[in-house]
């Protein structure tokens, strides 16, 4: 079949959008960027990534809630023989992590097979809240919380604004809320204003918080649950 009607019958994105997605060159073959929409593919044996992510047809739609430990990384597998996030999965269907967890952070990890909710969900412009919980070694000064407020410059670019509220004193615990994925963003901020953090762990993905769901665990989103993430 053509290659934009894999990407929609994917759920990746309308047929229109899919051509732009390969003009754009986010897409691959096998490996090799894509740019022709005309391209021919083969569902049972090709494999096709956007923006390096592999998506898949399929009729059955996956959703998972899972409380990630640390000590784990957030891919399917590792060169170095790491334990993977999926190592807590017990299902048939494959399903890939929307977003990331650092191995050392624990804490709400959403996975599922809907190619095109993952891809609504981790791109920057839905600006997605996520809240941690950072354990720090000092509480931050009210010049630090504002300058934490108005955005922190990273790698040469300003952070967007975020939230923090003073959540616990003995020990210090800060919540934090974002709505970017930059790498180890929270750590880096958090750095900048002087706090070294010392244990991490995101509560919540928009409204979706963990409550009672032990680490290690995981379970299925609830219809409701997931029409408000496909409402984002």
């Known amino acids: 079949m053509r290659l934009q009607k894999f990407l ?14 390969i ?38 739609k996956i959703y998972i809630m899972l409380h990630k430990p640390t000590g784990c990384i957030t891919t399917a597998n590792d060169q170095f023989g790491r334990r993977s996030v999926m190592d807590y999965i017990d299902i048939e269907e494959r399903i890939y992590p929307v977003g990331r967890l650092d191995y050392d952070t624990s804490g709400l990890l959403l996975l599922t097979n809907d190619g095109e909710l993952t891809y609504r969900l981790t791109h920057p412009k839905h600006n997605i809240d996520k809240t941690y919980i950072a354990t720090v070694d000092r509480e931050p000064a009210e010049a630090d919380i504002k300058r934490f407020s108005e955005g922190i410059m990273l790698d040469g670019r300003r952070t967007a604004p975020a939230r923090i509220d003073i959540a616990d004193k003995n020990p210090v615990k800060l919540e934090i809320t974002i709505h970017e994925g930059r790498n180890r963003q929270v750590r880096k901020m958090c750095e900048a204003i002087g706090c ?31 029409a408000y993430l496909k409402e984002l």
Do not use: P, Q
Request: hydrophobic share 35%; net charge positive.
């Open 8 to 21: 929609a019958m994917a759920e990746v994105a309308s047929r229109r959008k899919s051509e732009e997605l």
């Open 23 to 60: 003009f754009s060159g986010r897409v691959s073959v096998n490996g090799r960027v894509v740019t022709e929409a005309g391209t021919k593919v083969d569902s049972a044996s090709d494999t096709v990534c956007v923006d390096g992510r592999k998506v898949d047809i399929c009729d059955k």
């Open 196 to 226: 070294r953090v010392l244990r991490l762990e995101r509560i919540a993905v928009g409204e979706l918080t963990l409550g009672s769901l032990k680490k290690g665990k995981y379970r299925h989103l609830t219809e409701k649950e997931v």
